[in-house]
């Protein structure tokens, strides 16, 4: 057995490690016994929340059905993304002299401070009164003869963009 340098309680452990080895006589076993002895002086591993919500945040989605979001939005931003969206689903747009609102064949699309305000004009729309009503919507107007369509989006997330896409669908795939 070879000398052993340190307290008394690691000199023994040593031995009864040694003991326990030479009893297995498995190289599967040693393995487990020979990295069992160096797990305390391993350093621990430890995840914060914000650690965990960045690895799980598309499966955290679910929680902006329950509130959090504000009536107020970055309108620039929001509308920069609603003009990228509308080109990449070859929605035809006319940006006004201001470049501030943009105007396309069934509705119109105006930056503010706030958000982005939105509307529609057509025959049956294919929304209801609970769609205006989601997380990142606001101030939300549907006719009751679903013809035309009014609400301010304060967010560009997952449901503003369900959103536009239901309705450019239904505008562009007439059949």
Same mark, same amino acid.
């Given at each position: 057995?070879?000398?052993?340098?340190?307290?008394?309680?690691?000199?023994?452990?040593?031995?009864?490690?040694?003991?326990?080895?030479?009893?297995?006589?498995?190289?599967?076993?040693?393995?487990?016994?020979?990295?069992?002895?160096?797990?305390?002086?391993?350093?621990?591993?430890?995840?914060?929340?914000?650690?965990?919500?960045?690895?799980?945040?598309?499966?955290?989605?679910?929680?902006?059905?329950?509130?959090?979001?504000?009536?107020?939005?970055?309108?620039?931003?929001?509308?920069?993304? /609603?003009?990228?969206?509308?080109? #990449?689903? %070859? +929605?035809?747009?006319?940006?006004?002299? $201001?470049?501030?609102? @943009?105007?396309?064949?069934?509705?119109?699309?105006?930056?503010?401070?706030?958000?982005?305000?939105?509307?529609?004009?057509?025959?049956?729309?294919?929304?209801?009164?609970?769609? /205006?009503?989601?997380?990142?919507? #606001?101030? %939300? +107007?549907?006719?009751?003869?679903?013809? $035309?369509?009014?609400? @301010?989006?304060?967010?560009?997330?997952?449901?503003?963009?369900?959103?536009?896409?239901?309705?450019?669908?239904?505008?562009?795939?007439?059949?």
């Amino acid at each position: 057995m070879p000398a052993v340098h340190g307290s008394p309680r690691l000199f023994s452990t040593l031995s009864m490690l040694q003991v326990c080895i030479h009893k297995a006589g498995t190289s599967k076993n040693i393995h487990r016994l020979t990295n069992l002895s160096t797990m305390p002086n391993s350093p621990r591993k430890s995840r914060d929340l914000d650690h965990l919500m960045e690895q799980n945040s598309t499966e955290l989605d679910f929680l902006s059905a329950y509130g959090g979001s504000s009536s107020e939005g970055d309108g620039e931003a929001i509308f920069a993304a /609603l003009q990228r969206f509308l080109k #990449a689903g %070859g +929605v035809q747009m006319k940006l006004n002299r $201001k470049k501030d609102s @943009v105007a396309f064949s069934f509705g119109k699309a105006k930056c503010e401070p706030n958000g982005c305000v939105i509307s529609f004009e057509g025959a049956n729309l294919p929304l209801v009164a609970s769609d /205006l009503l989601q997380s990142g919507f #606001a101030r %939300g +107007v549907l006719d009751d003869n679903r013809m $035309k369509c009014s609400v @301010v989006m304060t967010e560009w997330g997952t449901e503003q963009r369900r959103f536009i896409e239901r309705l450019v669908e239904y505008f562009t795939h007439v059949e």
